[in-house]
C-alpha cells in the first residue's frame, strides 16, 4: 500500500544549527512534492515544491532536495531560529490525471531551542 | 490578497447530528479542496472541485458527507449523521493554476 513516512517523533535543534527533516516514500510515483509548515490551530502553510526532474531546490534558508531512486526527500533549515518551531508536513501529487490533492505524511514537530 | 475563508472555526455536535461547514476560496481560485485532519495526522483529502465539477472525490465517505460547490466559488461540506470518528478539523485549500494550495483556518469539529 502507498505509505510517506515522516519523523514521527519530535526534533529537537539548538538555534543556528540546520535542521533537517526526513520524507520517505513507498509505491508512488510522484510528479511533484512539497513541504508545508503548520503552526497551531492554522492551516498548513507552503514553503517548497520539487518536481520529480530536480534535484533540489532552494529558497532563503530553506533547501528541499528529491531522491527518486531512494524515495525520499529531505527538508533543511540552516541558520535555524526559534521562530521555525512548527509542525512541517511533508506531501505527494501522485503523477498523471487532472487530481492533484494532495498526500500528506503525519509531520514533523520540529523545536528549536534557544 | 484575502486568504481563503471558513466558518464557523468551531462547532460541537452530538453524534447522529448533521453539520455543515463553508469555505471562501482565494477570489479566481477555480481548484477547490476539502481535507480532513485528524489529530496527530496529515491532512487527507475528501474532495477536490475544478470550478463547480467534481474532479475527485474517491476518498469522501459519500454516505455520510456531502459537498458542492455552486457557482464555482464558495463551498459547502456536510455530514449527515455524525459520527464520533468524524472529530477532526476540516480544512480548505484553494488553488489556481500554480500547484501551491492556500489554506484556510480550518474547522474543529466536535462529535460527543
Known amino acids: 500500500s502507498q505509505k510517506i513516512e515522516q519523523n514521527s517523533e519530535a526534533l529537537n535543534i539548538q538555534e543556528g544549527k540546520t535542521a533537517t527533516l526526513t520524507c520517505n516514500y513507498t509505491?508512488?510515483?510522484?510528479?511533484?512534492l512539497q513541504w508545508y509548515r503548520q503552526d497551531p490551530g492554522r492551516g498548513p502553510v507552503f514553503l517548497l515544491l520539487i518536481r520529480e526532474n530536480e534535484k533540489e531546490k532552494r529558497k532563503e534558508r530553506l533547501k528541499v532536495t528529491f531522491d527518486t531512486t531512494l524515495k525520499q526527500s529531505l527538508f533543511h533549515i540552516t541558520a535555524s531560529q526559534p521562530a521555525d518551531s512548527a509542525t512541517y508536513l511533508c506531501a505527494l501529487v501522485s503523477t498523471g490525471g487532472g487530481a492533484d490533492g494532495l498526500t500528506f505524511g503525519k509531520g514533523t514537530h520540529l523545536i528549536i531551542q534557544p | 490578497e484575502a486568504g481563503v475563508a471558513q466558518s464557523p472555526r468551531y462547532k460541537i455536535i452530538e453524534k447522529r447530528q448533521s453539520v455543515a461547514f463553508w469555505c471562501n476560496p482565494i477570489?479566481?481560485?477555480?481548484?477547490l479542496y476539502w481535507y480532513q485532519q485528524i489529530l496527530g495526522q496529515g491532512p487527507k483529502l475528501l474532495i477536490q472541485?475544478?470550478?463547480?465539477?467534481?474532479?475527485?472525490d474517491s476518498q469522501l465517505p459519500k454516505d455520510r458527507f456531502s459537498a458542492e460547490r455552486l457557482k464555482g466559488v464558495d463551498s459547502t461540506l456536510k455530514i449527515q449523521p455524525a459520527k464520533l470518528e468524524d472529530s477532526a478539523v476540516y480544512l480548505c485549500?484553494?488553488?489556481?493554476?500554480?500547484?501551491?494550495?492556500?489554506f484556510g483556518p480550518g474547522t474543529r469539529l466536535t462529535v460527543t
Open positions: 509505491n508512488y510515483s510522484p510528479a511533484y
Open positions: 485549500a484553494s488553488s489556481s493554476n500554480t500547484d501551491e494550495q492556500y
Open positions: 477570489s479566481g481560485h477555480a481548484t
Open positions: 472541485f475544478q470550478n463547480n465539477g467534481v474532479v475527485d
